[in-house]
């Protein structure tokens, strides 16, 4: 009996770790699906043009590695020695040489020079041709190859000081992963781009505090004041949430331009300071909030103004979090509105995600100008999420489908 | 808005009006009375000149909402002069209502002469010379976070240190932002009219709110403590409601009426009744739109809501390391549908693009399985009309999925873990408890996701117009990437065609709605079959 108890409990702990193991795995296999653009975008913001275009592609950047022979920089080959790839230094260019080959597998060339080839006076027949056949010596071998044209190769040498010898011209280049920093400085020089970033700051700066500010005070109010129509007022506030902004949207241009806002940061500003969410939000946790301590506030001869500054906003911190972090990226990462409300041409009023849009279209040929762009519109708000995660996560969801 | 509401004085005043055996009417109240007179008056004089069209002119919806609430206006405040009269509260109401909007009303009219709104550009052009300083604040405000939970005695010279740094940031920030020069256009600027007279206005209109609000006025109209409730929470969420009117709900008003015209955004727009509407029923490029975002949706939706429920039940089994998965799952919707979509225009690139070199490795890799000898499909992803749209899904599912990983999270967290305890002991296996728990109290959360997953795919926009935008109009490969927004998006912008564009706008809410609706409905029917 209790053996076989015993046993039962052994098998369930062994399915509960494989199953472990294969949550694991498909967690796992999502998170590396999520995050290889993000590596992909990190590590192409630090090639180089022509490394963006490499096939078969390779995630991290590479350039062409060097070494300094003499004070002076030389770019390093990547060349066989005795069958393994060794970094080697060109030493010494134009010898004359020949492309030899085995007479029993003809598809194999090595070109050598022919001061380390001896001919053997013997002929054989290759593919029909009639070759010489040489001895040649490679390392401290000597093998028998046959020779089918001429050629010029250059003498390598690698740290170790072993030599080798290749067409300078096909030789391969040993390339050592290293970023190219300067990327970041060049995106930021192009028109539009750093102005692009302030401008972004600027108005998501002053977004957040003002969606803050509102959201409190109409958060407060239905909450904890009452007045006629609060809850029909609310029902309807909370409502709008559902009408898409593409309704809106050629309606309010018009109103920008009856206000001659077109065109101007402040466009991207005024009409985001309200906002129907924050307000429900900022509600849901006010109303968790025990109702007596403004009552005795009240009693106490306090205005509501400061018992809402100095009850309830210190008590709503995660609340408060939440909503700068989701008005933040909201405003940060808007696009539809600035690319209807500024005008292309008008690059002092650009925000990153217009001036990010326009970049894709005319650095088509440095891939990585675009990838630099990009990990500078997003890291900011990708930090902001990391600082503001805890809050965020827990606190949103939960009091968006109550 | 913070209006202080005793002051010393006032205080002072009340127990004089109290003592007094007869409740008089005071100078003040009668300066009152004058007040909404003649804000009454003014209101049907503005009345007047819109309906005569002399001096402001306005048309069509707009010109009708204005004359209503001009007359109103004028009722109301006529209205409130017999009230204040009476000593009744009504009045009061109603007064501290008007001057609130006339406040907000000649107050923006200020700013907007003054060009304060527009003049958030100069702010913007030295603004990167104040970024240093915005740090600074920035650095002090983590302290102040760091401050609490440290022993007392540093939590005092943290805070301390907090508020020195915020302080001597702002200041910074202001001054090397250009805040004197502005300071002083500002001033050069609103003494000249009509700024000034606005601001005269807005000034009274303040002067007119403290006073109703004040004490003294409490005590003269004898308001209960529930009447002031009333004009606080007015005053409260007035920024929202005003807000609301001006940005949103005035400008949706607006749009069903231009939806009605042949508006190209400029000139004169007459009316043509439904034309629009009907012009859209037989559109060959709308109907493709709505093929197109059909399609979208229905391949979209799924993808980006049931894979999330999967993760997210898998995340609920608190073992190590779920926030970190929950962080990395959030990403995407985090960095933004800009960046995103750059991203990926790189990763689809036929030739050099690692999602065709993916399937390049995965073909080879299958076929070292004897007698296999698959070819690597090499799509031309954005440019092939029959991948174009699937291209924009994946983007779509790749950008959303984390976000509704977290809506079910959060979901399940609701659920009380003895739930499961208890299926445990009655032998559920894991499938079991899924489909026996975990789906039936996600019911309403799944509602919620797909609800918003679908807003958002109906409004598919960004993607495509960043991913099949090399030229102005990004319909991508033979229409296959036209998207009801995108039209919208064209015939307003590049077209002019305002009133379609309005049209096409009005007709894909009433989509919206209708599907959100149709949701709802079936939660609730789902509700009864398993209660």
Same mark, same amino acid.
């Not at chain 2, 600074?136 to 005695?153: D, H, I, K, Q």
């Not at chain 2, 500002?186 to 206005?201: G, Y």
């Given at each position: 009996?209790?053996?076989?108890?015993?046993?039962?409990?052994?098998?369930?702990?062994?399915?509960?770790?494989?199953?472990?193991?294969?949550?694991?795995?498909?967690?796992?296999?999502?998170?590396?699906?999520?995050?290889?653009?993000?590596?992909?975008?990190?590590?192409?913001?630090?090639?180089?043009?022509?490394?963006?275009?490499?096939?078969?592609?390779?995630?991290?950047?590479?350039?062409?590695?060097?070494?300094?022979?003499?004070?002076?920089?030389?770019?390093?080959?990547?060349?066989?020695?005795?069958?393994?790839?060794?970094?080697?230094?060109?030493?010494?260019?134009?010898?004359?040489?020949?492309?030899?080959?085995?007479?029993?597998?003809?598809?194999?060339?090595?070109?050598?020079?022919?001061?380390?080839?001896?001919?053997?006076?013997?002929?054989?027949?290759?593919?029909?041709?009639?070759?010489?056949?040489?001895?040649?010596?490679?390392?401290?071998?000597?093998?028998?190859?046959?020779?089918?044209?001429?050629?010029?190769?250059?003498?390598?040498?690698?740290?170790?000081?072993?030599?080798?010898?290749?067409?300078?011209?096909?030789?391969?280049?040993?390339?050592?992963?290293?970023?190219?920093?300067?990327?970041?400085?060049?995106?930021?020089?192009?028109?539009?781009?750093?102005?692009?970033?302030?401008?972004?700051?600027?108005?998501?700066?002053?977004?957040?505090?003002?969606?803050?500010?509102?959201?409190?005070?109409?958060?407060?109010?239905?909450?904890?004041?009452?007045?006629?129509?609060?809850?029909?007022?609310?029902?309807?506030?909370?409502?709008?949430?559902?009408?898409?902004?593409?309704?809106?949207?050629?309606?309010?241009?018009?109103?920008?331009?009856?206000?001659?806002?077109?065109?101007?940061?402040?466009?991207?500003?005024?009409?985001?300071?309200?906002?129907?969410?924050?307000?429900?939000?900022?509600?849901?946790?006010?109303?968790?909030?025990?109702?007596?301590?403004?009552?005795?506030?009240?009693?106490?001869?306090?205005?509501?103004? #400061?018992?809402?500054?100095?009850?309830?906003?210190?008590?709503?911190?995660?609340?408060?979090?939440?909503?700068?972090?989701?008005?933040?990226?909201?405003?940060?990462?808007?696009?539809?509105?600035?690319?209807?409300?500024?005008?292309?041409? *008008?690059?002092?009023?650009?925000?990153?995600?217009?001036?990010?849009?326009?970049?894709?279209?005319?650095?088509?040929?440095?891939?990585?100008?675009?990838?630099?762009?990009?990990?500078?519109?997003?890291?900011?708000?990708?930090?902001?999420?990391?600082?503001?995660?805890?809050?965020?996560?827990?606190?949103?969801?939960?009091?968006?489908?109550? | 808005?913070?209006?202080?509401?005793?002051?010393?004085?006032?205080?002072?005043?009340?127990?004089? #009006?109290?003592?007094?055996?007869?409740?008089?009417?005071?100078?003040?109240?009668?300066?009152?009375?004058?007040?909404?007179?003649?804000?009454?008056?003014?209101?049907?004089?503005?009345?007047?000149?819109?309906?005569?069209?002399?001096?402001?002119?306005?048309?069509?919806?707009?010109?009708?909402?204005? @004359?209503?609430?001009?007359?109103?206006?004028?009722?109301?405040?006529?209205?409130?002069?017999?009230?204040?009269?009476?000593?009744?509260?009504?009045?009061?109401?109603?007064?501290?209502?008007? *001057?609130?909007?006339?406040?907000?009303?000649?107050?923006?009219?200020?700013?907007?002469?003054?060009?304060?709104?527009?003049?958030?550009?100069?702010?913007?052009?030295?603004?990167?010379?104040?970024?240093?300083?915005?740090?600074?604040?920035?650095?002090?405000?983590?302290?102040?976070?760091?401050?609490?939970?440290?022993?007392?005695?540093?939590?005092?010279?943290?805070?301390?240190?907090?508020?020195?740094?915020?302080?001597?940031?702002?200041?910074?920030?202001?001054?090397?932002?250009?805040?004197?020069?502005?300071?002083?256009?500002?001033?050069?600027?609103?003494?000249?009219?009509?700024?000034?007279?606005?601001?005269?206005?807005?000034?009274?209109?303040? @002067?007119?709110?403290?006073?109703?609000?004040?004490?003294?006025?409490?005590?003269?109209?004898?308001?209960?403590?529930?009447?002031?409730?009333?004009?606080?929470?007015?005053?409260?969420?007035?920024?929202?409601?005003?807000?609301?009117?001006?940005?949103?709900?005035?400008?949706?008003?607006?749009?069903?009426?231009?939806?009605?015209?042949?508006?190209?955004?400029?000139?004169?727009?007459?009316?043509?009744?439904?034309?629009?509407?009907?012009?859209?029923?037989?559109?060959?490029?709308?109907?493709?739109?709505?093929?197109?975002?059909?399609?979208?949706?229905?391949?979209?939706?799924?993808?980006?809501?049931?894979?999330?429920?999967?993760?997210?039940?898998?995340?609920?089994?608190?073992?190590?390391?779920?926030?970190?998965?929950?962080?990395?799952?959030?990403?995407?919707?985090?960095?933004?549908?800009?960046?995103?979509?750059?991203?990926?225009?790189?990763?689809? *690139?036929?030739?050099?693009?690692?999602?065709?070199?993916?399937?390049?490795?995965?073909?080879?890799?299958?076929?070292?399985?004897?007698?296999?000898?698959?070819?690597?499909?090499?799509?031309?992803?954005?440019?092939?009309?029959?991948?174009?749209?699937?291209?924009?899904?994946?983007?779509?599912?790749?950008?959303?999925?984390?976000?509704?990983?977290?809506?079910?999270?959060?979901?399940?967290?609701?659920?009380?873990?003895?739930?499961?305890?208890?299926?445990?002991?009655?032998?559920?296996?894991?499938?079991?408890?899924?489909?026996?728990?975990?789906?039936?109290?996600?019911?309403?959360? #799944?509602?919620?996701?797909?609800?918003?997953?679908?807003?958002?795919?109906?409004?598919?926009?960004?993607?495509?117009?960043?991913?099949?935008?090399?030229?102005?109009?990004?319909?991508?490969?033979?229409?296959?990437?036209?998207?009801?927004?995108?039209?919208?998006?064209? *015939?307003?912008?590049?077209?002019?065609?305002?009133?379609?564009?309005?049209?096409?706008?009005?007709?894909?809410?009433?989509?919206?709605?209708?599907?959100?609706?149709?949701?709802?409905?079936?939660?609730?029917?789902?509700?009864?079959?398993?209660?």
């Amino acid at each position: 009996m209790t053996t076989e108890a015993a046993r039962d409990k052994r098998r369930r702990q062994r399915r509960s770790i494989l199953g472990k193991a294969g949550i694991y795995f498909v967690l796992s296999f999502f998170a590396l699906l999520m995050v290889f653009p993000f590596v992909y975008m990190a590590a192409s913001a630090l090639k180089t043009p022509a490394d963006t275009f490499r096939y078969p592609p390779k995630v991290l950047p590479r350039q062409a590695a060097t070494v300094e022979v003499n004070g002076e920089e030389r770019p390093l080959f990547l060349l066989p020695i005795d069958g393994i790839d060794t970094e080697v230094v060109l030493i010494e260019e134009g010898l004359e040489a020949g492309v030899f080959t085995d007479p029993v597998s003809p598809e194999e060339e090595l070109a050598w020079p022919l001061s380390l080839a001896l001919p053997t006076g013997e002929l054989v027949t290759v593919d029909g041709e009639s070759l010489e056949v040489y001895a040649v010596t490679v390392g401290d071998r000597s093998s028998e190859l046959a020779l089918k044209r001429n050629t010029v190769v250059g003498r390598f040498e690698s740290t170790a000081g072993d030599e080798t010898y290749a067409v300078v011209r096909t030789a391969p280049a040993a390339e050592s992963v290293s970023a190219e920093w300067q990327n970041f400085s060049e995106v930021l020089q192009r028109p539009a781009m750093e102005r692009a970033l302030s401008n972004t700051i600027l108005v998501t700066v002053l977004v957040v505090l003002g969606v803050l500010f509102t959201s409190i005070m109409g958060g407060y109010a239905f909450a904890r004041i009452n007045f006629p129509f609060r809850n029909a007022i609310f029902v309807t506030y909370l409502g709008s949430i559902m009408i898409p902004f593409i309704v809106v949207l050629v309606p309010l241009f018009q109103l920008m331009v009856a206000f001659d806002w077109i065109d101007h940061l402040g466009v991207l500003v005024w009409p985001f300071l309200f906002n129907a969410y924050g307000t429900f939000l900022m509600r849901q946790f006010f109303v968790g909030i025990p109702g007596e301590l403004d009552e005795s506030a009240v009693i106490d001869g306090a205005t509501r103004w #400061t018992i809402l500054w100095r009850i309830y906003v210190p008590l709503s911190w995660p609340a408060i979090a939440t909503l700068g972090t989701f008005s933040f990226l909201y405003a940060w990462n808007s696009f539809v509105w600035p690319l209807v409300a500024i005008n292309t041409a *008008n690059t002092e009023s650009y925000v990153l995600t217009i001036a990010l849009r326009q970049l894709g279209g005319q650095a088509v040929e440095s891939p990585n100008l675009i990838f630099a762009g990009i990990v500078i519109a997003v890291v900011v708000p990708i930090s902001i999420f990391i600082a503001a995660q805890r809050y965020f996560v827990e606190n949103v969801a939960t009091s968006g489908i109550k | 808005m913070g209006l202080p509401q005793s002051s010393k004085e006032e205080r002072l005043a009340v127990n004089a #009006t109290i003592s007094s055996p007869v409740r008089a009417r005071p100078g003040w109240l009668m300066a009152l009375g004058l007040w909404q007179l003649l804000f009454g008056l003014g209101s049907g004089v503005a009345m007047g000149m819109v309906a005569s069209g002399t001096g402001i002119e306005v048309i069509g919806t707009p010109r009708l909402v204005l @004359l209503g609430a001009l007359g109103l206006a004028a009722l109301l405040a006529l209205l409130s002069v017999f009230d204040i009269w009476r000593l009744a509260h009504r009045g009061r109401l109603i007064a501290f209502v008007l *001057n609130l909007i006339l406040a907000a009303v000649a107050g923006f009219f200020t700013l907007q002469e003054v060009n304060v709104f527009n003049g958030l550009d100069a702010l913007g052009a030295n603004f990167g010379r104040g970024l240093p300083f915005l740090a600074v604040m920035a650095v002090g405000w983590l302290v102040s976070g760091w401050a609490t939970g440290v022993r007392p005695e540093w939590e005092r010279a943290l805070l301390l240190t907090s508020r020195g740094l915020m302080a001597v940031g702002a200041g910074a920030l202001l001054l090397s932002v250009g805040l004197l020069p502005g300071l002083w256009t500002f001033l050069t600027r609103i003494v000249q009219p009509p700024a000034v007279i606005f601001l005269a206005v807005a000034v009274l209109a303040v @002067l007119v709110l403290r006073l109703v609000k004040s004490s003294q006025a409490t005590a003269a109209f004898g308001s209960t403590s529930k009447q002031l409730e009333v004009i606080d929470g007015i005053a409260f969420v007035s920024p929202n409601i005003l807000g609301f009117l001006a940005f949103l709900g005035g400008p949706l008003v607006i749009s069903l009426f231009v939806s009605l015209t042949d508006w190209d955004g400029l000139g004169e727009a007459s009316f043509i009744g439904l034309g629009n509407y009907i012009e859209l029923l037989t559109d060959p490029f709308f109907h493709r739109s709505l093929l197109n975002i059909l399609f979208f949706g229905v391949v979209a939706i799924p993808l980006s809501v049931i894979p999330a429920l999967a993760l997210a039940s898998a995340l609920n089994m608190k073992l190590p390391g779920m926030r970190v998965f929950r962080a990395l799952y959030f990403l995407p919707a985090v960095a933004g549908v800009v960046g995103v979509a750059l991203i990926w225009k790189q990763l689809y *690139n036929a030739t050099i693009g690692y999602i065709n070199y993916a399937l390049l490795q995965l073909t080879e890799f299958v076929n070292l399985i004897p007698g296999l000898e698959l070819t690597a499909p090499q799509p031309q992803w954005l440019s092939n009309p029959s991948t174009a749209m699937l291209s924009m899904v994946i983007v779509f599912v790749f950008s959303t999925i984390g976000f509704n990983t977290v809506l079910f999270l959060a979901g399940l967290q609701g659920v009380p873990p003895t739930l499961y305890e208890a299926a445990e002991l009655d032998g559920a296996g894991v499938w079991g408890k899924f489909r026996n728990i975990t789906i039936p109290v996600l019911a309403p959360t #799944t509602v919620f996701v797909s609800i918003t997953t679908t807003i958002l795919a109906l409004q598919l926009f960004s993607e495509p117009f960043i991913l099949n935008a090399p030229q102005l109009s990004p319909n991508g490969p033979d229409n296959a990437t036209l998207t009801p927004v995108i039209y919208l998006y064209q *015939n307003a912008f590049e077209r002019f065609n305002q009133g379609y564009a309005s049209a096409i706008g009005w007709v894909l809410f009433l989509v919206i709605f209708a599907i959100t609706i149709v949701y709802f409905r079936t939660q609730r029917e789902d509700g009864v079959l398993t209660s």
